[in-house]
C-alpha cells in the first residue's frame, strides 16, 4: 500500500506532461491555426468590391470575386497571415485588374504587397504607402501606374524590395519632387531596385554617385530606359554586394577606368544600347562569378573574344549589334553552362568552330549577319536543349546537303545564304516540334518535300528566293496553325490550291514568286479554269493602285486577291461588292 502511494504522484505528473504535450499536437483539431481578424477581413472584402477584371484598354471584363465571405480570409488566393490572424502578406499579381485599392491601407500589418501586372491606369498620389511602415517588399510593376512617384514612398524605411518598372503606359512613372536622392535616402535596407523605365531625366547626372552612397546594401540595381546620362561613375565600387546591373538605353557613352573591379561581384550585367564606344574590357567575359552579359545594341564597342577556360561559369552572352571582330576561338566550347548565344551583326568571320556542338546545355544560338564560311555544322541538331538556330553565312560558304536528324527540342530553325545547291530533304519532318522555318536564299532546287506538311506546329514557314519549282504541295492546306507563309522569289508552276487561301490562322501570305499560265483549282467546286499570267499575291496591307484583273477565292472568314499586278481601290471595292464580300472578311 505504501509502494502504491509512492507510485501516484508521480503517474499523476505523467498524466499530466502528456495531457500538455496532446493539446499542443497535431492531432488536436479544435484549436484555431490562425484565424482572420474581423478588421483584417473587413478590407479585403471591400477590396473584392472595388476591383474588376479589365480589358487591355481598362475596359470591365468582369466581377472579381474569387474569395469567399463566409471563409476564412487567411486561407483566401494571394492572402498570408501571421499566427496571430493579421494579414501580412497579398499578392494579386498578374491578373488584369483594374478599379481602387485603397482598402489595402487599413491592412497596417502588411509586410508584402504584389500587384504587378495589372491594369490600374492611374496616378500613385491618393494612396497612403506611409500607413503600411511595415513593408518589406512592394512589386507594383506592369500595371499602368502614371505620374509622380509619392514622397510618402520614402517612409517605407524597412523595404527590401521595391520594384516600380516597365509601367506600359506613356505617360509613365516619374521622379521628380521628390527626385531619386528623396525617394531612396531612408531605404537603408534596399537591397532590390527596380525602377525600369521610370523617367528620372530630372537628375540624370547625378543618379550614380546618389544612388552609390545612398544604398550600401544594394544587389540588384535596375534602371533601363530611365533617361539617365553618362559616364558610369567609379563610386559604384562602393557597393560591395551589387551582383546585379541593368542600365539598358541610357547614353552612358563610356565605361569607367575601374569597371572591371565594379564587375567583379557581378553575376549578371546588361548595358543594352548604351551609346558605348572604344574597346570592351573582356576580361569581364572572364569573371569567376558572371552568369550573364549584354552589351548588344552598342554600334561602336569594339573587342575579341578571349580564350576561355574550361571552368568559365557563363550561361548567357549576347554582343549582338556591337563592332566585335575575329574568329571565334575553338575554346568557346569551354562554356559548359552556356544556354543563349548571340552574336548578331557583328565582324566575326572564318568557320563556325566545331566545339559549339559540344555545347550541350545551349538553348538558343544566333550567330547570324556576320562573315562566317565553312561548312554547316549538322551535329547542331544533336544538342539535346537546343530550342532556337539563326545562322546567315557569308558568300564563302561552302554548301553541303543537310539531313536532318530527329529532334524533339528544336522550335526555330533560321538559315540564310547557306549555298546548299540541291533539294531540301524528305528528312525535315524530323523536326517535328518546329514552329518557325526559315530557309530563305539557301539556293534549294527541285520541288518542295510533301513531308513538310508533317510538321503541324509551324507558324511561319519562309522559303522564298530560292529555286523551288514545280507545284505548291496543296498540302501546305494542312498546316492550320500558320500564320505567316512567303514562298516568293521562286519558280513555282502547276495549279494552285484555293485551300491555301483558306489557312484558319493565315495573317500574311506574301508574293508567290509564280510566273507562267496558271490556273486556280478549287477542291470544293472543282476547276474554275482562271487562266493569267500572275506573279504576286498582295495581302490586304499592300498598297493597291493601278488597273488590273483580279481573281477571289472566298471563304467563310477571308478573301485572297490574287492579282497580276496591283488594282485601284475603287475597282477592287466594286469587285468586293460584286462578290458580296466585305472588308471585315480581309
Known sequence: MKTLCCLIPPLFLLSCFLSLVLSFSPFNTHLPKHHCLDDQRSPLLQLQNHLYYAHSD????SKFEVWDPNSDCCSWEGVSCDSLGHVIGLDLSFKNLSGSFHSIFHL?????????????????????FDKLPHLTHLNLSNSCFHGQIPLEMSNLTRLVSLDLSHQGYYPTLKLEKPNLKTLIKNLKFLTELYLDEVDISSESSKWCETTSFALSNLQVLSLSWCGLEGPLCPSLSALPFLSKLVLDGNPISHLPPNFLEISSRLVSLSLKGCDLSGHFPTEILLLPKIQSIDISWNYQ??????????????????????????????SIGNLKFLRDLALVGCNFFGSIPSSIENLTHLVNLDISDNNFSGHFLTKLFLLP????????????????????????ALRSLSLFDANFNGKLSESISNLKFLTDLSLSRCNFVGSIPSSIANLSHLVNLDLSDNHFSGSIPSSIANLSHLVKLDLSENHFGGSISSSLFTLPSLKMLRKLGVVGKFELYDEVYGHKGYNFNFQKLFDSSDNVRSQANVVYCKSENRVADVLTKAVSRPRLEFLRTQLGVSKKNL
Open 58 to 61: 481598362f475596359t470591365f471584363s
Open 108 to 128: 497596417h500589418h502588411l509586410h508584402r504587397l504584389n500587384l504587378a501586372g495589372n491594369y490600374f491606369n492611374t496616378t500613385l498620389l491618393s494612396y497612403g
Open 301 to 330: 564597342l569594339m573587342g575579341l573574344l578571349p580564350e576561355f577556360p574550361s571552368n568559365n561559369a557563363l550561361r548567357s552572352l549576347s554582343l549582338s549589334y556591337t563592332n566585335f571582330s575575329g574568329k571565334l576561338p575553338e
Open 385 to 408: 536543349k537546343i530550342q532556337s538556330i539563326t545562322i546567315l553565312f557569308s558568300e564563302k560558304h561552302m554548301g553541303q546537303l543537310l539531313e536532318f536528324p530527329s529532334n524533339n
